[in-house]
Structure formats: C-alpha cells, structure tokens
C-alpha cells in the first residue's frame, strides 16, 4: 500500500473575496477528486506557538499518495496559483512523506 502524503501550505491571503471568485472552488474539488482531504484550515485557524505568527490561512491537505498530490499539482494547483491566485495571495508550499503506521 502507498504511503499517505501531505501538503502543508501557507497562505497569505491579501483579498478574501477576490481569492474565492479567483476559482479556488476548482482547486478545492480537483483536490477532494484526486482523493486528497483537508485535514485542517481554515481562515484563520492557525495559532502561533512560537516564531513568527502564521499566515491567515494555514491548510494542512492529506493525499492517498505522493503520485496524486503531484497530479493535482501538476494538472490544478500550479496554473491556478500562477495565473489568478497570485493576485490575491502569497504561498508557500511544502510536501512530505507520511510514516508507515504499524
């Protein structure tokens, strides 16, 4: 069986509105269809513990896979990001291999 494998993002959102007309919605079921679940997130949902605060929104998504985390990418989160969410929102993006349970 695959390993899970998740997708931690920050997002610094500078237009709410303009962030959810900017097609997130096609993103978020392009997610959901490629068997990807949002574990957390939310706006501002992430509290700072120690460091510098976190973005407003800090979704953390996990994926049956590596290989269906880097489709969706591929295929929806990357064009959305470079062409309309840019506008509205700052990112930074960070995958990593889930840990066998036993």
Known sequence: ?????????????????????????????????????????????AHGLIGAPPANRFPIVAYPSREAQEKVWADSVKPWMVEEAVKYADFRAVGLEGIEQK
């Open 1 to 45: 069986a695959a390993v899970p494998y998740y997708e931690v993002v920050e997002i610094s959102v500078k237009d709410q509105a303009g962030y959810e007309k900017s097609g997130v919605d096609k993103v978020r079921g392009a997610t959901r269809a490629s068997g990807g679940k949002v574990l957390a997130g939310g706006y501002n949902k």
